[in-house]
Every structure is written in structure tokens, then in C-alpha cells.
């Protein structure tokens, strides 16, 4: 029926033209000079008009005869058309899966139907299947090149063709008879829709076959939709997961950095440990020794997040538990820490930390340096020192080896200890602070107070790093003072003595 109004429209968009043409040939009044040509393409551009205005009726009067005589035709069509502009709707597989297998069974009642839809695994999945394979090999032969023709294809009986075959057993018992393959932009196989014989047992049509290449094509795209909204989803939950555990690592971290310095006579203390988004391993604490002795630590532990907030307070813990058992060498213990540490850390896991007992009725600062940044020693009387690394690194060797050593502190000595986020802080430039300019800060504001002096020393950092901060900033200043007189300075120590960097 169909064909046979295309070809009444075009026979009659012809015979129009014609008549036109020698119409326009005998009114041409004599001697006229633009001859039969003119008047040919003159009925021809009036003959396509004709054709297409017979186009539009053609359709209005197939759809009139479908609707009146061939109604399963008409509605298949309606549902398929229907269907091919709700599937980009669906949200998700199961939703898109049950929108194909509601419409197409409306539109085809076929014996048999299955949609095989692309899973998160990658694997073509039925998503509701009684019978047959729930789930298709998707580099099987036959249905590469199924995807590589991009359309739905009527599959020949069994016994006919090879590829027809390995189709026929992938999807036995299902026996179809059509299959419609989902095929991305990128020319890859999302799904497959495989239809069986129709109930009527009416073969597939030449615009079934046009409809369901719409409708796999739309699919195809809202298969890939979902990919990326899912690969999106995925994405925000990590982050969302990687923040919630920088925030437990800050937790951690606040919970074991002292709330404030202590006060002995004879030393002035202030410390604090900025952190970072991204939460490193930094610590620092006060182990008080009896009424002259004095114990503090400033330690940087290797990685990031929870894994490093959790070996801080294994570290922590260990130093303690060291001294608390009577530990008089810095270097004795230190050992022994560092056994223990290195049993229950993995092997890629160590800290670099400096170690400082202030005795204070000899003013000796007996000190290890685990190859940590030199601390900051500058003198009442203008020279300024490092003290440098004294021994290995702890955690990252069985052995540890290393040495304490000692220097005297007389009043108005001051001494900067610090994490390597203070020397490593980048510029815009890419410009490190470093130990350098460190030293030429600390020796320039050695006369502020101990809070003051502190305070510049983080002012001085952020400002040469700007606003990002890529590691904590860990500071700890200490600074001799006459015995009768040092309450008022290590009073003045902020307190808490760690807060958090603002974006």
C-alpha cells in the first residue's frame, strides 16, 4: 500500500510537470527568447513542490488506512516512535530495560524478548531473563559483527549461515529472530535486544527494522548517559569518602598535639601545627621530667591522611611509653623506639623527628637529630647555629644507629624547631621558603617575645606560600631565660597550641 502511493505520488508530480512544460511552450508569444528550457525548469521546480506536498498526503493517508485497517501495524509504529523518545528519560538500566521490554512487547508481541544491557562490570546483562544466558560474551564473533553494522538484522533460520548459527546457540533457548544491537559513539557494544518470532507470526518489516535502529540508537546513548552519571557518581563519593577521612586525620591530630606548653623555669615554650587540607603526619609534644627536666619532640611522619595520623600516635605512644619507663638517653631510647616502631609499621613507613631533654639546673640541651630539618639555634650574642642530623631516620630500618649530642643554653638563647612544610613551602614561583631563609628570619626577630616570635615565623611562611598549602606547618620555639624569671614569657604561649589553615 505504502509503495504503491509513493509511486502515485511521483507519477503524478511527473505528469504534472509535463503538462506544465508545453503549457509554457504554446502561450510563449513569438520570437520570445527564452525558449523551452526555462520553461522546463519552471514546471520541474513546480513538479517537486507538487511531489513533495504529495509526500505529506501520502503519510496523512497511510496513517488514515493503518489506523482503519491494519491497527497492530499502526500502533507498533505509534509505540515504537513513542518508545525510541522516552528511552532517553530513563535514569538508570533497570528502568531503561523494563521501558524496552514494556513497549517492544506492545509493539511486537513477540514469543520470546530480552534486553541485554552493559553493567557496571562491563558485562552485557539480561536484566530479567526466566530463560536463557543472563549474560552474553561480549567479544563473541557474531555479535562483533552484529555492532559493527550498527542495525538490527533478521536472523536467517538455523542451518542457513554460520554467524546466523553462533547467534542462534549464544541465545538458545530464546530462538530470535531479530536482534537489535546497542552501538555508542565510540562504536562500541552496549546492549542487544533480541526479539523472537512475532506471536502472529508475521515477519519483521523493513520499518520495523527502521524503528528499531532508532529506538537501539537512542538507547545506546542513554546506556552511555548512565555510564558517566554513574562514573560521576562514583567519583563525588570518593571525594566525599577522602574528605570525611582528612577530617577524621585532623581530629586525630588535634587530639594529640599538647593543648598547651609547659612552664619550667628557667625555658620559655610555644608551639603550634597548622594544618593542611590534605593532613600529613606532623606532631610535636611536651614529656615533663620531674621539676628541673623538660622533654619536647617535633616528628614528621611519612604519607598522608589517617594512615599518617595513626603511626603519629603509634609514635607518639611509643616515645611515651619509653619514657615512661625510665629512659635517661635520648640516644638509648630512641633505639628502642625504633624497634618497635619498625615492628608494627610497614616497610615504606618511617619518621624523621628531633628529640630535646632541657635540664635545667645545668642549662644542657642534650638532643637527637633523626635526620630531620637542622633546627634553628640562634644566640643572645648574635650567631646563629643548626643543629644537624645526629642519626637515621626511625621506623625505616631494623637497626637504628645514631648519637646524642648536647649544647648549653644560656639566657636568651633561642631555639626554632620545625616540620619540613615550613622549609618546603612553595611560592607561586615554585620557589621553596627553605633552611636559609629560615635562619636569616629567626636571627632577624631573635628579640620578640617567644608568642611573637612564633607568630612571625607563620606570618613570614604564609606570606612567601600565599593561599595554598600543600603540608602542615609545624613550629616549636624555646628560648633560655633567667631561672628567677621565666613565667611570664612561656605564659604568654598560645594556647591551644595548634589550629587548622583557612582555605
Known amino acids: 500500500m505504502r509503495r504503491g502511493l509513493a509511486v502515485a ?10 503538462a506544465l512544460a508545453m503549457l509554457a511552450q504554446r502561450w510563449q508569444p513569438a520570437g520570445f527568447g527564452v525558449g523551452l528550457p526555462v520553461a522546463v525548469v519552471a514546471a520541474g521546480l513546480l513538479g517537486v513542490g507538487v511531489a513533495r506536498a504529495g509526500a505529506g498526503v501520502e503519510r496523512r493517508i ?3 488506512i493503518d489506523r482503519a485497517f491494519f491497527r497492530d501495524r499502526y500502533e507498533a509504529r505509534r509505540a515504537l516512535e513513542e518508545l525510541a523518545d522516552r528511552t532517553r528519560t530513563a535514569k538508570d538500566r533497570p528502568a531503561l530495560a523494563s ?3 514494556a513497549m517492544l512487547r ?7 524478548l530480552a534486553v541485554y544491557i552493559e553493567d557496571p562490570a562491563g558485562r552485557l546483562a539480561a536484566a530479567d531473563l526466566p530463560e536463557g544466558p543472563g549474560v552474553l560474551a561480549r567479544d563473541a564473533g557474531a555479535l562483533a559483527a552484529l555492532a559493527s553494522r550498527a542495525r538490527p538484522a533478521v536472523l536467517p533460520p538455523p542451518g542457513v549461515d554460520d554467524a546466523a548459527d553462533e547467534l542462534h546457540r549464544m541465545l538458545a533457548p530464546l530462538q530470535p529472530e531479530c536482534l537489535a544491537p546497542m552501538v555508542d559513539r565510540n562504536g562500541r557494544l552496549v546492549g542487544v535486544v533480541a526479539l523472537g518470532g512475532r506471536q502472529s507470526e508475521e515477519p519483521y518489516s523493513g520499518e520495523d527494522i527502521r524503528l528499531l535502529t532508532v529506538v537501539s540508537l537512542q538507547s545506546a546513548l542513554t546506556v552511555q548517559t548512565i555510564c558517566l552519571s554513574e562514573e560521576m557518581a562514583a567519583r563525588i563519593e570518593a571525594e566525599r569518602r577522602a574528605e570525611h577521612e582528612v577530617e577524621i586525620a585532623k581530629e586525630v591530630q588535634r587530639q594529640l598535639l599538647p593543648a598547651g606548653a609547659p612552664i619550667l623555669p628557667g625555658l620559655a615554650c ?4 597548622i594544618q593542611a587540607k590534605s593532613v600529613g603526619g606532623d606532631y610535636y609534644d611536651f614529656v615533663e621530667l620531674g621539676a628541673e627536666r623538660l622533654a619536647f619532640v617535633l616528628a614528621d611522619v611519612s604519607g598522608k591522611g589517617i594512615a599518617a595520623a595513626l603511626l603519629m600516635a603509634n609514635l607518639q605512644a611509643t616515645l611515651r611509653s619509653q619514657y615512661a619507663g625510665g629512659a635517661d638517653d635520648p640516644a638509648r631510647m630512641l633505639e628502642r623506639a625504633n624497634r618497635l616502631f619498625f615492628a608494627s609499621t610497614p616497610g615504606n613507613r618511617y619518621a624523621t623527628l628531633f628529640l630535646a631533654e632541657f635540664h635545667q639546673a645545668t642549662r644542657e640541651l642534650r638532643y637527637v637529630n633523626c635526620g630531620h630539618v637542622p633546627p634553628v639555634l640562634a ?3 648574635g650567631a646563629v647555629e643548626t643543629l644537624d642530623a645526629t642519626g637515621t631516620v626511625i621506623g625505616l630500618f631494623e637497626d637504628w644507629f645514631g648519637e646524642s649530642a648536647a649544647t648549653v643554653l644560656e639566657p636568651g638563647d633561642t631555639l626554632v624547631v620545625c616540620s619540613d612544610g615550613v622549609t618546603e613551602a612553595l611560592s607561586n614561583d615554585e620557589e621553596e621558603y627553605g633552611e636559609d ?4 628570619v629567626v636571627a632577624a626577630r631573635r628579640g620578640l617575645a617567644v608568642p611573637e616570635l612564633l607568630a612571625g615565623l607563620r606570618t613570614s611562611v604564609q606570606q612567601f606560600a600565599g593561599v595554598v598549602q600543600s603540608d602542615d606547618l609545624t613550629l616549636l620555639v624555646a628560648r633560655a631565660t633567667p631561672s628567677s624569671a621565666p613565667v611570664a614569657e612561656a605564659a604568654a604561649s598560645p594556647s591551644p597550641a595548634s589550629r587548622e589553615s583557612s582555605p
Open 270 to 273: 610555644a608551639a603550634e601545627c
Open 106 to 112: 506492545s509493539a511486537f508481541r513477540p514469543v520470546s
Open 379 to 381: 644566640r643572645a650574642g
Open 62 to 64: 497511510t496513517d488514515r
Open 437 to 440: 631563609r629560615l635562619r636569616d
Open 99 to 101: 521501558l524496552l521490554q
Open 9 to 18: 505520488s511521483v507519477a503524478s508530480s511527473l505528469v504534472v510537470a509535463v
